[in-house]
């Protein structure tokens, strides 16, 4: 009789089991189903933005234009390819779309704080957030960028996943992409950069505004000059050729700078992000 009830109450447990397996999965694939298809990227263009204007109707910013020029991963120099993976993905070329590392640590971080404090985003993630995702600092968020990362580093190459990034990330100055940046802030083809405007442009991504050489040209300096360590570090470089370029002088273009007129140069960069 005893081992009659023990069989039954296996036998419960196990049905039960499995049912919260099926649960599990089927609300996995629901989820997964929610997330945009992985299509037209090469297509892709910012959307355009007029105008900015506050709740109470002061127009805020008024935009002629972005500036886009999409260019192809072969137009782009080496040193600027370089200089963005040594800044912002140094395994950009071994990972699946995410560093396993980077990110037990920033989860363990956020973790900790209960909210997202640190970010662990590759290349590849930063590409998902930009095609698909917002800017929001939240855990689901953050899930399904790791989920599009994944998708994209199965379906695309590595060297087709760098020049989407390099073509579409927002540098600031209303700049979309290297191209657009080289000509904003030095008035050259992108092909034409050298080694110490690619460090300054790949300093740009983690804070537009506030690495902008027209906002502030000791911090952009000081900022390319991280760049150029980690390009060291990365063995890019040498220490003699990043301490020439660390000596180059920088002449920003007065010509090109859609937002010479703008009074609000951070709350501009963000609003554009989202």
């Known amino acids: 009789m005893k081992n009659t009830r023990k069989s039954g109450s296996c036998l419960v447990i196990s049905?039960?089991?499995?049912?919260?397996?099926?649960?599990?999965?089927?609300?996995?694939?629901?989820?997964?189903?929610?997330?945009?298809?992985?299509?037209?990227?090469?297509?892709?263009?910012?959307?355009?933005?007029?105008?900015?204007?506050?709740?109470?109707?002061?127009?805020i910013k008024t935009f002629g234009a972005y500036k886009y020029k999409k260019v192809s991963i072969d137009q782009i120099p080496e040193s600027l390819k370089k200089a963005i993976i040594a800044t912002e993905d140094k395994n950009f070329y071994t990972h699946k779309g995410f560093d396993v590392m980077a990110l037990i640590r920033s989860t363990i971080s956020n973790m900790l704080?209960?909210?997202?404090v640190q970010g662990a985003s590759t290349i590849t993630q930063q590409l998902a957030r930009i095609l698909f995702l917002s800017s929001e600092k939240t855990f689901d968020r953050k899930f399904k960028e790791l989920i599009i990362a994944y998708r994209l580093e199965k379906t695309i190459p590595k060297d087709e996943i760098l020049e989407m990034y390099l073509n579409n990330v927002y540098l600031g100055e209303g700049a979309y992409g290297v191209s657009a940046a080289?000509?904003?802030?030095?008035?050259?083809?992108?092909?034409?950069?050298?080694?110490?405007?690619?460090a300054l442009i790949a300093g740009l991504p983690q804070a537009p505004s506030i690495y902008s050489p027209y906002q502030n040209k000791k911090l952009a300096l000081s900022r390319r000059a991280q760049v150029l360590e980690r390009m060291v570090k990365m063995g890019f470089i040498t220490e003699k050729t990043a301490e020439e370029a660390n000596n180059t002088p920088i002449y920003i273009s007065g010509t090109n700078r859609p937002y010479s007129a703008n009074k609000a140069p951070y709350f501009a960069d963000y609003v554009l992000k989202e």
Do not use: C, H
């Open 15 to 59: 049905v039960v089991f499995f049912a919260l397996i099926l649960a599990g999965i089927a609300t996995l694939w629901v989820y997964l189903n929610t997330l945009p298809p992985i299509s037209q990227l090469k297509n892709y263009q910012p959307t355009l933005v007029s105008q900015m204007i506050s709740s109470d109707n002061v127009v």
């Open 113 to 116: 704080a209960r909210r997202v």
């Open 182 to 198: 080289s000509e904003i802030y030095f008035n050259k083809r992108v092909e034409d950069l050298s080694l110490a405007e690619a």
